[in-house]
């Protein structure tokens, strides 16, 4: 499968039969390389309900029909919106005929803003380890350093991980090169910097921190085949 990455933190993940996008935050983003209005996605999943993650959601999946998978209240939020949602929530998982997702935890936020200024509260934040044809991508979505870290390395064999490295919401680049080393992905992308000045960082400069040949700085519409 073709795993791409496309600014802050969008991920897309391609199989012979699907198309998986997490976090599709694109039309506001002005890192990253894709159009929304042209996106096409079987699944859409969710780490959480901020804004910058919930992105394009909307647009996308009725566009497409697509299944969004994410957190149970905000699951429900986006049910009561018209889209196709399956809740899920920390600890579970559950097999679809794309894959495995499993949800673990992150130490952050989660609402949806409404453009009335509303404040939506959509439950806990996650991590996603998504498992297809045996092979294992851990988005680790928003969150900050946390020991269990080493618990979810030693339980999954990862193959790739994206990881926030831009600081102030979420792990700065020195507690990410440890989460790094906890999870033993056998490749570590860095995600969550560079979008606007508060998180700016310098994705290769971590990338070369990370034990030898496992830390790969992708530029928006660069690509990892597993």
């Known amino acids: 499968m073709k795993v791409s990455f496309h600014g802050h933190a969008v991920v897309k993940v391609e199989t012979e039969k699907h198309t998986i996008l997490i976090d599709p935050y694109i039309s506001e983003n002005g890192n990253t390389d894709l159009n929304a209005d042209d996106q096409k996605a079987d699944v859409i999943l969710l780490t959480h309900g901020h804004n910058d993650h919930v992105g394009d959601t909307f647009d996308i999946a009725k566009r497409n029909d697509a299944q969004v998978i994410a957190p149970f209240e905000l699951a429900t939020y986006l049910g009561n919106k018209g889209l196709n949602a399956h809740p899920m929530y920390i600890g579970g998982s559950h097999e679809f005929d794309f894959g495995t997702v499993k949800f673990t935890q ?10 009335d200024g509303t404040i939506i509260y959509t439950g806990m934040p996650t991590g996603i380890l998504l498992t297809v044809d045996g092979k294992t991508v851990y988005h680790m979505g928003d969150t900050g350093l946390f020991s269990d870290m080493k618990m979810i390395g030693e339980r999954n064999d990862i ?68």
């Not at 992150?106 to 453009?115: C, D, I, K, M, Q």
């Open 106 to 115: 992150a130490f952050h936020g989660s609402s949806y803003t409404e453009e």
């Open 159 to 226: 193959d790739l991980a994206f990881v926030p490295i831009g600081d102030n919401f979420t792990m700065g680049p020195e507690d990410a090169l440890t989460a790094a080393e906890w999870i033993g992905a056998k490749q570590v992308v860095p995600v969550h910097y560079n979008t606007f000045d508060l998180i700016n960082q310098d994705g290769e400069g971590f990338a070369a921190k990370v034990k030898p040949g496992k830390g790969v700085a992708l530029k928006p519409g660069e690509s990892i085949d597993l």
